[in-house]
Protein backbone atom coordinates (compact mmCIF):
# COMPACT_ATOMS: atom_id res chain seq x y z
CA UNK A 1 0.00 0.00 0.00
CA UNK A 2 1.88 3.12 -1.31
CA UNK A 3 -0.62 5.99 0.24
CA UNK A 4 0.34 8.97 -2.05
CA UNK A 5 3.26 8.76 -4.23
CA UNK A 6 4.42 11.88 -6.08
CA UNK A 7 6.53 12.49 -9.17
CA UNK A 8 9.34 13.57 -9.25
CA UNK A 9 11.06 14.18 -6.49
CA UNK A 10 13.79 16.31 -7.45
CA UNK A 11 13.65 19.39 -10.62
CA UNK A 12 15.00 22.31 -11.36
CA UNK A 13 13.47 24.49 -14.10
CA UNK A 14 14.88 27.42 -16.01
CA UNK A 15 12.43 30.49 -15.81
CA UNK A 16 9.79 30.38 -18.00
CA UNK A 17 9.39 26.66 -18.19
CA UNK A 18 6.50 24.86 -17.68
CA UNK A 19 6.60 21.22 -16.12
CA UNK A 20 3.40 19.34 -14.53
CA UNK A 21 3.98 17.88 -10.85
CA UNK A 22 2.00 14.42 -10.99
CA UNK A 23 0.35 12.76 -8.12
CA UNK A 24 -1.95 9.63 -7.22
CA UNK A 25 -3.36 8.06 -4.09
CA UNK A 26 -4.34 4.28 -3.72
CA UNK A 27 -6.60 4.69 -0.46
CA UNK A 28 -9.56 5.89 -2.56
CA UNK A 29 -10.21 9.34 -0.87
CA UNK A 30 -12.23 11.43 -1.95
CA UNK A 31 -10.30 15.07 -1.53
CA UNK A 32 -6.65 15.89 -2.87
CA UNK A 33 -4.59 18.58 -1.93
CA UNK A 34 -1.61 20.59 -3.69
CA UNK A 35 0.56 21.93 -0.95
CA UNK A 36 3.73 24.25 -1.04
CA UNK A 37 6.25 24.45 2.01
CA UNK A 38 8.28 27.44 2.32
CA UNK A 39 11.02 27.88 5.34
CA UNK A 40 9.37 30.34 7.81
CA UNK A 41 5.94 29.97 6.11
CA UNK A 42 4.27 26.39 7.09
CA UNK A 43 2.43 24.63 4.65
CA UNK A 44 0.08 26.82 2.23
CA UNK A 45 -2.81 25.63 0.44
CA UNK A 46 -2.30 25.96 -3.53
CA UNK A 47 -5.54 23.93 -4.80
CA UNK A 48 -7.77 21.22 -3.54
CA UNK A 49 -10.48 19.36 -5.02
CA UNK A 50 -13.28 18.44 -2.61
CA UNK A 51 -14.14 15.34 -5.31
CA UNK A 52 -13.50 13.52 -8.62
CA UNK A 53 -14.37 16.37 -10.90
CA UNK A 54 -13.75 19.90 -8.90
CA UNK A 55 -11.46 21.60 -8.65
CA UNK A 56 -10.68 25.16 -6.54
CA UNK A 57 -8.79 27.61 -5.49
CA UNK A 58 -6.33 27.61 -2.29
CA UNK A 59 -4.35 29.96 -0.69
CA UNK A 60 -1.90 31.18 -3.04
CA UNK A 61 -2.72 29.42 -6.47
CA UNK A 62 -1.40 32.43 -8.97
CA UNK A 63 0.95 30.77 -11.80
CA UNK A 64 -0.20 26.95 -11.00
CA UNK A 65 -3.27 25.07 -12.58
CA UNK A 66 -4.57 21.62 -12.01
CA UNK A 67 -6.41 18.70 -12.80
CA UNK A 68 -8.35 16.17 -10.99
CA UNK A 69 -7.90 13.54 -13.68
CA UNK A 70 -9.47 10.92 -12.10
CA UNK A 71 -10.48 9.65 -8.21
CA UNK A 72 -6.79 8.64 -7.90
CA UNK A 73 -4.63 11.30 -9.44
CA UNK A 74 -4.58 15.17 -8.73
CA UNK A 75 -1.58 16.71 -11.02
CA UNK A 76 -0.31 20.34 -10.86
CA UNK A 77 0.98 21.83 -13.70
CA UNK A 78 3.33 25.11 -13.65
CA UNK A 79 2.60 26.86 -17.04
CA UNK A 80 5.54 29.19 -17.34
CA UNK A 81 7.93 28.58 -13.93
CA UNK A 82 9.39 31.82 -11.86
CA UNK A 83 11.98 31.69 -9.24
CA UNK A 84 9.06 32.65 -6.70
CA UNK A 85 7.89 29.34 -6.94
CA UNK A 86 10.73 27.28 -5.91
CA UNK A 87 9.97 25.47 -2.98
CA UNK A 88 8.88 21.83 -1.91
CA UNK A 89 5.64 21.13 -3.12
CA UNK A 90 2.84 18.20 -1.47
CA UNK A 91 0.28 16.15 -2.76
CA UNK A 92 -2.12 14.96 0.04
CA UNK A 93 -5.04 13.30 0.02
CA UNK A 94 -8.56 12.48 2.69
CA UNK A 95 -11.14 10.63 3.11
CA UNK A 96 -13.42 13.91 3.90
CA UNK A 97 -12.73 17.30 4.36
CA UNK A 98 -11.09 19.23 6.87
CA UNK A 99 -14.17 20.47 8.24
CA UNK A 100 -15.27 16.88 9.01
CA UNK A 101 -12.51 16.43 11.27
CA UNK A 102 -10.89 13.61 8.96
CA UNK A 103 -7.22 13.62 8.51
CA UNK A 104 -4.79 14.31 5.36
CA UNK A 105 -1.98 12.17 4.35
CA UNK A 106 0.90 13.00 2.17
CA UNK A 107 3.08 12.67 -0.04
CA UNK A 108 7.17 12.55 -0.01
CA UNK A 109 7.28 15.75 -1.99
CA UNK A 110 8.50 17.39 -5.01
CA UNK A 111 11.95 19.82 -4.67
CA UNK A 112 11.64 22.45 -7.58
CA UNK A 113 14.19 24.98 -8.20
CA UNK A 114 13.36 27.57 -10.97
CA UNK A 115 16.69 29.33 -11.90
CA UNK B 1 -9.27 35.35 10.63
CA UNK B 2 -7.86 31.68 11.35
CA UNK B 3 -4.72 30.87 12.79
CA UNK B 4 -2.41 28.48 14.14
CA UNK B 5 0.38 29.35 16.27
CA UNK B 6 3.50 27.19 17.76
CA UNK B 7 5.83 27.55 20.06
CA UNK B 8 8.60 26.91 20.61
CA UNK B 9 10.01 27.13 17.04
CA UNK B 10 13.03 25.09 18.40
CA UNK B 11 14.05 22.70 21.18
CA UNK B 12 16.92 20.93 21.98
CA UNK B 13 16.58 18.02 24.53
CA UNK B 14 19.09 15.61 26.31
CA UNK B 15 17.85 12.04 26.27
CA UNK B 16 15.45 11.39 28.12
CA UNK B 17 14.84 14.86 29.52
CA UNK B 18 10.63 14.78 29.06
CA UNK B 19 8.95 18.45 27.58
CA UNK B 20 6.25 19.26 25.76
CA UNK B 21 5.18 21.16 22.34
CA UNK B 22 2.88 23.93 22.41
CA UNK B 23 -0.05 24.48 19.95
CA UNK B 24 -2.73 27.48 19.90
CA UNK B 25 -5.66 28.41 17.88
CA UNK B 26 -7.99 30.92 16.81
CA UNK B 27 -10.55 29.26 14.69
CA UNK B 28 -14.10 29.86 14.21
CA UNK B 29 -16.15 26.15 14.22
CA UNK B 30 -12.98 23.48 15.39
CA UNK B 31 -14.00 20.19 13.85
CA UNK B 32 -10.24 18.31 14.18
CA UNK B 33 -6.85 19.17 15.41
CA UNK B 34 -4.35 17.08 13.95
CA UNK B 35 -0.48 16.40 14.82
CA UNK B 36 2.12 15.48 12.21
CA UNK B 37 5.78 14.74 12.60
CA UNK B 38 7.59 15.64 9.76
CA UNK B 39 11.70 14.27 8.99
CA UNK B 40 14.00 15.85 7.09
CA UNK B 41 13.49 15.59 3.24
CA UNK B 42 9.79 13.35 3.98
CA UNK B 43 6.49 14.60 3.75
CA UNK B 44 4.64 15.07 6.76
CA UNK B 45 3.15 11.52 8.88
CA UNK B 46 0.30 12.05 10.29
CA UNK B 47 0.42 10.86 14.38
CA UNK B 48 -3.23 12.33 16.44
CA UNK B 49 -6.58 13.73 15.55
CA UNK B 50 -7.86 15.27 18.64
CA UNK B 51 -11.82 16.51 18.36
CA UNK B 52 -12.83 18.05 21.71
CA UNK B 53 -11.24 19.73 24.76
CA UNK B 54 -10.31 17.52 27.21
CA UNK B 55 -9.04 14.31 24.81
CA UNK B 56 -6.10 12.89 25.40
CA UNK B 57 -4.29 10.59 22.58
CA UNK B 58 -1.02 8.52 22.88
CA UNK B 59 1.67 6.75 21.05
CA UNK B 60 4.76 5.43 22.16
CA UNK B 61 6.61 8.28 23.92
CA UNK B 62 3.79 10.45 22.35
CA UNK B 63 0.71 12.40 24.47
CA UNK B 64 -1.14 14.79 22.36
CA UNK B 65 -3.99 17.07 24.92
CA UNK B 66 -6.10 19.12 23.75
CA UNK B 67 -7.99 22.37 25.28
CA UNK B 68 -9.96 24.56 23.51
CA UNK B 69 -7.41 27.43 22.87
CA UNK B 70 -4.28 25.23 22.29
CA UNK B 71 -3.36 21.36 22.62
CA UNK B 72 -0.21 19.62 23.95
CA UNK B 73 2.53 17.36 22.48
CA UNK B 74 4.08 15.63 25.22
CA UNK B 75 7.09 13.81 24.69
CA UNK B 76 7.96 11.49 27.39
CA UNK B 77 11.48 10.55 27.89
CA UNK B 78 12.69 11.23 24.28
CA UNK B 79 15.18 9.31 22.27
CA UNK B 80 17.16 10.47 19.51
CA UNK B 81 15.31 8.88 17.23
CA UNK B 82 12.62 11.16 18.17
CA UNK B 83 14.18 14.03 16.63
CA UNK B 84 11.79 16.03 13.46
CA UNK B 85 9.65 18.77 13.08
CA UNK B 86 6.47 18.34 14.83
CA UNK B 87 3.33 20.49 13.10
CA UNK B 88 -0.22 21.22 13.96
CA UNK B 89 -2.91 21.67 11.85
CA UNK B 90 -6.55 22.75 12.31
CA UNK B 91 -9.60 21.85 9.96
CA UNK B 92 -12.82 24.08 10.58
CA UNK B 93 -16.32 23.92 9.68
CA UNK B 94 -17.00 24.60 6.22
CA UNK B 95 -14.07 24.74 4.39
CA UNK B 96 -11.34 22.71 2.62
CA UNK B 97 -8.30 23.89 4.12
CA UNK B 98 -6.10 22.24 6.73
CA UNK B 99 -4.67 25.76 8.57
CA UNK B 100 -0.87 24.35 9.50
CA UNK B 101 1.37 26.12 12.16
CA UNK B 102 4.70 26.44 11.09
CA UNK B 103 6.14 23.74 13.33
CA UNK B 104 8.90 23.01 16.24
CA UNK B 105 11.90 21.61 15.59
CA UNK B 106 12.26 19.16 18.23
CA UNK B 107 16.55 17.83 18.49
CA UNK B 108 16.91 15.69 20.93
CA UNK B 109 20.71 14.87 21.45
CA UNK B 110 22.13 11.35 22.95
Known amino acids: NAGVTQTPKFQVLKTGQSMTLQCAQD?????MYWYRQDPGMGLRLIYYSASEGTTDKGEVPNGYNVSRLNKREFSLRLESAAPSQTSVYFCASSDNAPGAGTEAFFGQGTRLTVV | EDQVTQSPEALRLQEGESSSLNCSYTVSGLRGLFWYRQDPGKGPEFLFTLYSAGEEKEKERLKATLTKKESFLHITAPKPEDSATYLC???????????FGTGTRLKVLA
Open chain 2, 89 to 99: AVGTSGTYKYI
Open chain 1, 27 to 31: MNHNS
